[in-house]
């Protein structure tokens, strides 16, 4: 594991990955975002965000797992990684499937699907915030 020294205490402190502080990151805000909507919203809305978020959370740890598959196989033949198209192309229709029967069987409004598929771009966000933070802040840079 990763260790960083932290400037204003000198002491070094075990550092997490960076995909797995995004994904924590997207997982806190579904939950946030779908807790909230649980006492503002309509059910239908409520629904869409939690459908959303899951799928958005299910697309990204299958990305992950498809990438790291690749590159573990290519580093292992001293190839360059390749990613099947079909595996690639299958995670979205896998995805546009799921939100077009919710959306057909009138359980979960369509733009708060999209909104919850969005936690990946919140996540993004506040990581680079962080990042900033450490940066100026700290200055220091977090690899």
Same mark, same amino acid.
């Given at each position: 594991?990763?260790? %960083? =020294? $932290? $400037? @204003? !205490?000198?002491?070094? *402190?075990?550092?997490?990955? /960076?995909?797995?502080? @995004?994904?924590? %990151?997207?997982c806190a805000a579904v939950a946030l975002v779908v807790i909230t909507s649980v006492a503002f919203a309509e059910w239908r @809305?409520? %629904? !869409? +965000? #939690? +459908? !959303?978020? #899951?799928l958005s959370l299910l697309n990204h740890h299958w990305m992950r797992t498809s990438i790291s598959a690749a590159f573990d196989h290519a580093l292992g033949k001293g190839t360059k990684p390749r990613i099947k198209l079909a595996q690639y192309i299958l995670r979205y229709f896998v /995805?546009? /499937?799921? @939100? +077009?029967? *919710?959306?057909? #069987? $009138? /359980?979960?409004?369509?733009?708060a699907m999209i909104t919850g598929l969005c936690s990946f =771009? =919140?996540? #993004?966000? =506040?990581e680079a915030f962080r990042e900033i933070y450490f940066a100026i802040i700290h200055r220091e840079e977090i690899s």
């Amino acid at each position: 594991m990763k260790q %960083t =020294v $932290n $400037n @204003v !205490g000198g002491t070094a *402190a075990p550092e997490s990955t /960076i995909d797995a502080r @995004v994904f924590r %990151t997207m997982c806190a805000a579904v939950a946030l975002v779908v807790i909230t909507s649980v006492a503002f919203a309509e059910w239908r @809305v409520t %629904t !869409g +965000l #939690l +459908l !959303g978020g #899951l799928l958005s959370l299910l697309n990204h740890h299958w990305m992950r797992t498809s990438i790291s598959a690749a590159f573990d196989h290519a580093l292992g033949k001293g190839t360059k990684p390749r990613i099947k198209l079909a595996q690639y192309i299958l995670r979205y229709f896998v /995805i546009a /499937i799921a @939100v +077009l029967v *919710a959306y057909k #069987l $009138n /359980i979960a409004s369509l733009p708060a699907m999209i909104t919850g598929l969005c936690s990946f =771009v =919140v996540a #993004l966000f =506040v990581e680079a915030f962080r990042e900033i933070y450490f940066a100026i802040i700290h200055r220091e840079e977090i690899s």
